[in-house]
């Protein structure tokens, strides 16, 4: 469900990691293996690194939460539209 969904900017751990890492998308698109990932994050604290220290996963993979990051009602509104966007595509 899109509406869970942590903002960018959240910081988490995964399950059996001791790297924290920092979401900076949603929704991504892995043409290789044509499976969407919930979130795209970096290395935290370093950021961007190169494409090589990204990391896709998702919200089941999620240990803990560190920091939720910034959320306004621009943001509930993308996320409402996109919600509705990918239950019609599942349809």
């Known amino acids: ?4 969904l942590l903002p960018i900017g959240s910081v988490v751990l995964l399950k059996d990691a001791t790297k924290k890492l920092m979401i900076i998308g949603i929704m ?3 043409e ?3 499976k969407t990932y919930d979130y795209l ?3 935290y604290p370093e ?3 190169g494409q090589d220290t990204n990391f896709l ?3 089941e993979d999620i ?16 996320i ?12």
């Open 1 to 4: 469900n899109m509406i869970n």
């Open 28 to 30: 991504q698109v892995k």
């Open 32 to 34: 290789s293996e044509n």
């Open 41 to 43: 994050a970096v290395p």
């Open 47 to 49: 950021g961007y690194l």
């Open 57 to 59: 996963f998702d919200h």
């Open 63 to 78: 240990n803990d939460i560190i920091f939720l990051g910034y959320t306004n009602p621009e943001r509930e509104s993308f």
């Open 80 to 91: 409402k539209a996109m919600d509705i966007i990918y239950n019609l595509k599942d349809k």
